[in-house]
C-alpha cells in the first residue's frame, strides 16, 4: 500500500490547517521577479538562490538551495550545478532535507527564553517537569539564572555535579566554555556504531572510511551482501546510486535482514530474512560450512594463505605465545572440545534462516571470486554485540573478501556508504582553541539512569563511583528521549536534578522536562557551515539564509555570555568571530590533485575577496573561487575509471604485512583478541571471548521463549528492531506536519501475525515490554519477518500521565538499559507484547497540532 495514502487524509483539509501555521513562509511573490543564483543580490527584493546545508545527521551530505526573498524563504531545490553520471553523480537531498524550511519557519518555534513556572534555586516542584506551565523571561534574566545556579551548584556539589550532555564534536561552544569554567562530567556510548565503536580497532579492521574499498571498485564485485543495511532510508543521496551502478556491471545483491527492505527491492536483491540480534550464529553457521565442505584441491572454500599470513588465532598452529592451543577458532566452530559445533542446523534454529540458505551462502561466498560483504551498524547495536563484530570480520578473512580490487568486508554506512576511503576534499580548521575538561568523570548510557538515581556509576578498572548530578545542561544529543528507558529517565528527572537548561529552536523532549529554555538559532540564521563528515569527493557548504528569528541567539553567542557570567576568559575561548571561523574553513580547505598525493589549496581568495566579505586572510590560489564556492555550496572532485583517487581497503598491509603492520598486538587480523577479552574484564559489565564465541543478546530471540527447547513463548512473544526512518534524521524533523503526512510513522507487522491477533491494517495496537507501553498504528505487510516488529526510531515523546503510556511511537519507552560488553547499547535487542487496542483510535500524526509551550504570566 502506498505510505501517503494511509490515513486516507484529505489533501484539502490538510493544505488548509498546514497553511494557517506557515502563514509565516507564504509572502506572496512577484511573479515577474527573477531568482537569480548569486549570495549577494544586487537587490534584495529579488529573489536570491543560496546553498543551505543540510545539518542533520543522516549520512547523506547533500546539497539543498534555498529560494530566499528578504527574509524569508520561498521554496527549495537540491543540486542541479552539473550534469548528472555514474562516475560525478549529483548530490540530490532527500525528503527531510527539502523540508528544512518547515522546520527552520515552523509555527513551533521557540521565540523567547522561559523559565519553568514552578522552579525555584533546588529545583521547586520537581514533579511538574514535563507539565508544568513557563514564564516568559528576558535574556538578561536567563542568562544571570543559569550563571548563578551553576555556580551556587558547583560550589556546594562539587565539578562534577553539572552534566553537560552529548558529545563535544558536535557543539562545541558549550562543551569549551563550561572546561574554561571548571568541568564537567560527560557522557560516552556506543549510539549508531554499536559494538564496532571500540571491538574493531582491537581485532585490527575499521568501522568507518577506511574498513572498505571506494565506489568505483565496487563495481568490480561479482557479489555483494548486504547485512542489516538499507541505504535507501538511513543514507539517502548517492548510495543507493552507487549500489545500482555496481548492478549495472553486473554484481548480484543479496540482503540479510529482518524486513525487506526498499534498498532490496530497489536491486532486485535476494531476501534472507533473519531474527534481529542473531546474525553472529548465522555467520558462524556459515564459516562452519565452509570448514567442513573446504577441499584446497577440489573445493577450495577457504583462503588458507591469506590466513596463514595475515591473522592470528584461527587454528592451533596459529595461536598467540602463553595461549593454550586448544582455545583456537577453528576448534571452536567444530566443537571439537565443546561437542558443540556451530553447524547450519544450530544456526537456523536461533536465526530462523533456513539450513540450505545457509549453506548456499557459504558456498556462494566461498566460491565467488569477487565479493562485497558489507554490513550497517546496525546489527552490532545490540547487547553482546561485540562478538557479531569479531564473527563477521572473520568470515572475511577466512574468504580473503578484504585487500584487492572487488573484494572488501566492513561497514558501509553514513557518509561512506558504498565508498570507502580518506577525504579527497576536506576544510580547514575553524581557529577555535580545544579547552580540555578538567573533569574525568564520563558516564555510560546505559547508566545514565543510575547515576541519576542511585548516584552511581561503573568506570573502567576501579568497578563502581558515587556520583552527584545536580545539573543537567543539553546540547547535541535529545537525551530525554535518545536513551534507553525513557520512563525512568523522566522518573529520575522529576526526583533528583536541581536545575535543567535547555537550549533549543523548538519544545523537544529536552526543553519539554527542561527548568529554562534559550531559543536557539538554526544554521540557516548563523554566519555559514561547512558540512563534516561529508561524501569524501564533496565539500558541501550553507551560507547565512536568514537573520535569525525572534529572540533567537547562536549557541556560540549564548555560550560566551553564560562564560562572561562565570568569570571565564571568553575572548581567550573565542578569540575570533563566527564570521571568522566560517571563512577559515574555507581558506583553510584543501583538496587532493590529480596525481592521487598531493594537497592544495581549494579555494582562490584575492585583496578583493577579503574587503568584499571582511574576514582576515591572505591572497591564494586555488580551484574555486570564493566567490563561485559561496553560490554554489559545492565542491566536486571528478571521478574516472582509473583515476588515482581509488582506494582499496588494507591494501598497503596485503602488499607488505611487515612493512605495514596493523595497531593491533600481534600487527594481524586478530581471530585470538587478548585485548579484546581483557578490555571487557576492565569494565566489568558481561564477558568479551577472545575468540567470537556465540553470545546470545540480552533481550534478543531466545529471551522471547519461557523455555527454549520447548519453544514455548513467553509473555513478550515478538521481537522489536527500530529502523531509521525517511520522516526525521534520529529525531529531528519529526515535528514538520510534511513530513508526517508523507511518512506516517506506525509499527510495521507481518500480516499473517496480525491476522491471528485478529489486528486489521491501521487499527491503532498497544506496544507493551518490561519497561513501558505505547500505542500506535499497524502497517500489515508481507515484507516484515513473522514474529518481528519496527519501530521507526526518532519519534519525540508524548506519554499519558495517566496511563503512562506513550502515544507518539518512541522506542525508547520500550528498551532497557543494560550495559554489556564493552558497553555497547542494545537498541535492536529488545521484545515486546503486540495486542489489539480496545480504546480510541490514535488520531494520524499529521493531523496532530502543533506541540508548543503552556505560557502563564507571572504576578
Known amino acids: ?331 571452536y566452530l567444530l566443537g571439537t572440545y565443546t561437542n558443540e559445533p556451530k553447524t547450519p542446523e ?130 547535541a544529543n535529545n537525551t530525554m528521549q535518545g536513551f534507553s528507558n525513557a520512563m525512568q529517565a523522566i522518573e529520575a528527572y522529576r526526583s533528583s536534578v536541581e536545575f535543567i537548561v535547555t537550549p533549543a529552536y523548538n519544545y523537544s523532549t529536552n526543553a519539554k522536562y527542561s527548568d529554562l529554555v534559550l531559543p536557539v538559532t538554526t544554521e540557516w540564521e548563523r554566519e555559514g557551515i561547512v558540512l563534516p563528515l561529508h561524501n569524501r569527493e564533496v565539500l558541501l557548504l550553507g551560507v547565512n539564509i536568514v537573520a535569525p528569528l525572534y529572540e533567537a541567539k547562536s549557541d556560540q553567542w549564548i555560550a560566551r555570555e553564560i562564560g562572561k557570567r562565570l568569570g571565564v576568559d571568553v575572548n581567550a575561548v573565542f578569540p575570533i568571530s563566527e564570521k571568522q571561523q566560517f571563512f577559515n574553513q574555507l581558506i583553510g580547505a584543501t583538496v587532493i590533485e590529480s596525481d592521487g598525493k598531493t594537497s592544495v589549496p581549494l579555494v582562490t581568495i584575492t585583496l578583493e575577496d577579503i574587503a568584499k566579505y571582511g574576514f582576515i586572510g591572505k591572497p591564494q590560489q586555488g580551484k574555486i573561487a570564493l566567490d563561485k564556492l559561496l553560490a554554489e555550496g559545492k565542491y566536486q572532485v571528478d571521478r574516472q575509471e582509473g583515476d588515482n583517487y581509488g582506494f582499496i581497503a588494507y591494501a598497503d598491509f596485503i602488499r607488505d604485512p611487515k612493512a605495514h603492520p596493523l595497531d593491533t598486538e600481534s600487527g594481524k587480523f586478530e581471530i585470538y583478541c587478548k585485548r579484546l577479552h581483557q578490555r571487557a574484564k576492565e569494565y566489568g559489565w558481561s564477558e568479551v571471548p577472545a575468540i567470537p564465541k556465540y553470545i546470545p543478546s540480552e533481550n534478543g530471540y531466545q529471551s522471547t521463549f519461557i523455555d527454549w527447547h520447548s519453544k514455548k513463548k513467553g509473555k513478550y512473544p515478538f521481537q522489536v528492531f527500530t529502523p531509521h526512518y525517511l520522516r526525521s534524521s534520529h529525531s529531528t524533523l519529526d515535528n514538520v506536519p510534511q513530513l508526517r503526512e508523507a511518512w506516517p510513522s506506525h509499527l510495521y507487522m507481518n500480516a499473517t501475525d496480525a491476522k491471528e491477533l485478529n489486528i486489521k491494517h491501521g487499527e491503532t495496537v498497544l506496544v507493551t515490554s518490561k519497561l513501558g507501553k505505547m500505542l500506535r498504528p499497524v502497517y500489515c505487510t508481507e515484507t516484515m519477518k513473522p514474529g518481528v516488529v519496527a519501530i521507526p526510531h526518532g519519534r519525540w515523546s508524548d506519554i499519558d500521565e495517566k496511563s503512562n503510556i506513550d502515544k507518539a511511537g518512541t522506542e525508547n519507552v520500550l528498551y532497557e538499559p543494560i550495559a554489556t560488553g564493552l558497553g555497547t547499547s542494545g537498541w535492536n535487542s529488545c521484545f515486546c507484547n503486540i495486542e489489539k487496542w480496545s480504546g480510541a483510535q490514535l488520531t494520524a500524526d499529521a493531523y496532530l497540532p502543533p506541540r508548543f509551550p503552556s505560557f502563564v504570566e507571572e504576578k
Open 1 to 331: 500500500m502506498d505510505k501517503n495514502t494511509f490515513f486516507e487524509i484529505k489533501r484539502r483539509t490538510f493544505l488548509k490547517w498546514s497553511s494557517a501555521i506557515s502563514a509565516l513562509v507564504t509572502l506572496p511573490i512577484n511573479k515577474g521577479l527573477i531568482a537569480k543564483e548569486n549570495v549577494l543580490p544586487a537587490n534584495e527584493n529579488v529573489p536570491v538562490w543560496k546553498p543551505a546545508a543540510c545539518w542533520h545527521d543522516c549520512g547523506g551530505k547533500c546539497l539543498n538551495k534555498a529560494l530566499v526573498s528578504g527574509n524569508t524563504v520561498i521554496r527549495q531545490k537540491t543540486d542541479d550545478l552539473t550534469p548528472d553520471s555514474p562516475n560525478t553523480p549529483q548530490q540530490r537531498g532527500c525528503l527531510r532535507g527539502r523540508s528544512q524550511r518547515h522546520q527552520v519557519f515552523g509555527a513551533d518555534r521557540l521565540k523567547y527564553p522561559m523559565r519553568r513556572k514552578h522552579w525555584a534555586p533546588g529545583g521547586g516542584d520537581k514533579s511538574l517537569r514535563g507539565r508544568d506551565q513557563w514564564v516568559r523571561i528576558s535574556w538578561e534574566e536567563a542568562l544571570d539564572l543559569i550563571a548563578a545556579e551553576t555556580k551556587r551548584i558547583t560550589n556546594k556539589y562539587g565539578q562534577e555535579s553539572l552534566w553537560v550532555t552529548g558529545q563535544k564534536n558536535f557543539c562545541p561552544p558549550y562543551y569549551n566554555m563550561f572546561a574554561a569554567a571548571g568541568g564537567y562530567t560527560s557522557d560516552w556510548g556506543t549510539r549508531s556504531f554499536g559494538a564496532w565503536a571500540e571491538t574493531a580497532g582491537f581485532i585490527g579492521v575499521h568501522w568507518g572510511v577506511f574498513g572498505i574499498n571506494d565506489r568505483l571498485d565496487l563495481r568490480k564485485s561479482e557479489l555483494i551482501i548486504l547485512w542489516g543495511a538499507n541505504p535507501a532510508w538511513t543514507s539517502p543521496g548517492s548510495p543507493t546510486y552507487h549500489y545500482i551502478q555496481a548492478k549495472k556491471a553486473g554484481a548480484k545483491f543479496i540482503c540479510i535482514d529482518p524486513s525487506y527492505t526498499d534498498t532490496a527491492a530497489i536491486l532486485d536483491a535476494e531476501w534472507v530474512p533473519i531474527n534481529p540480534a542473531t546474525d553472529h550464529a548465522l555467520v558462524l553457521g556459515i564459516m562452519y560450512v565452509l570448514l567442513q565442505e573446504d577441499n584446497p584441491q577440489s573445493n577450495p572454500l577457504i583462503k588458507w594463505d591469506f590466513l596463514d599470513k595475515y591473522t592470528i588465532g584461527f587454528d592451533a598452529e596459529h595461536m598467540p605465545d602463553g595461549v593454550d592451543p586448544k582455545e583456537n577458532f577453528k576448534d
Open 346 to 475: 544450530w544456526a537456523s534454529e536461533i536465526t530462523g534462516v533456513p539450513v540450505e540458505t545457509i549453506k548456499s551462502l557459504a558456498y556462494r561466498i566461498g566460491t565467488i571470486e569477487k565479493v562485497a560483504l558489507l554490513c550497517g551498524w546496525a546489527p552490532a547495536r545490540i547487547n553482546n554485540g561485540e562478538g557479531w563484530v569479531h564473527a563477521f570480520s572473520t568470515l572475511g578473512f577466512m574468504t580473503g573478501h578484504l585487500g584487492s580490487s572487488g573484494n572488501m568486508t566492513g561497514t558501509s554506512v553514513h557518509f561512506f556508504a558504498a565508498n570507502g576511503g580518506g577525504f579527497l576534499v576536506n576544510e580547514g580548521q575553524n581557529g577555535l582553541p580545544d579547552i580540555a575538561n578538567p573533569v574525568t568523570t564520563t558516564i555510560n548510557h546505559n547508566e545514565l539512569n543510575r547515576a541519576l538515581i542511585e548516584g552511581k556509576y561503573r568506570q573502567p578498572k576501579g568497578g563502581d563511583k558515587d556520583v552527584n548530578i545536580q545539573m543537567i545542561f543539553h546540547c
